[in-house]
């Protein structure tokens, strides 16, 4: 079993930045990939980005490409999400989540998600 903890969000205006955590915990953990998703009120959740754990690699949704930074701490067991240029469009819930084997990583079958923190983008 993994815990999934995030942390960073809240008020920002448009324009800014806020950085996204994901502290992961458990007897053993072992992962193929992070993801960060995210829900807005009255839509779908929808993928944001992901990082596959063991090197590194990357994927964004086309939305965020360019002002979104995805990393992880391999050591500490922790995922970032830096976001650069929010935009009220931006505002939602967003989801760590821990995919424990190999997959599409911009698809929601993660295995663990953690509670959702709120970012919310003033215009």
């Known amino acids: 079993q993994v815990q999934l903890v995030e942390s960073g969000g809240g008020l920002v205006q448009a324009g800014g930045s806020l950085r996204l955590s994901c502290a992961a915990s458990?007897?053993?953990?072992?992962?193929?990939?992070m993801g960060w998703f995210r829900q807005a009120p009255g839509k779908e959740r929808e993928f944001v980005a992901a990082i596959r754990w063991s090197d590194g690699g990357t994927t964004y949704a086309d939305s965020v490409k360019g002002r979104f930074t995805i990393s992880r701490d391999y050591a500490k067991i922790t995922g970032y999400l830096q976001m650069n240029s929010l935009k009220p469009e931006d505002t939602a819930v967003y989801y760590c989540?821990?995919?424990?084997?190999?997959?599409?990583?911009?698809?929601?079958?993660?295995?663990?998600w953690g509670q959702g923190t709120q970012v919310t983008v003033s215009s």
């Open positions: 458990g007897r053993t953990f072992s992962a193929y990939a």
């Open positions: 989540a821990v995919r424990r084997f190999l997959g599409a990583m911009n698809q929601n079958e993660y295995d663990f």
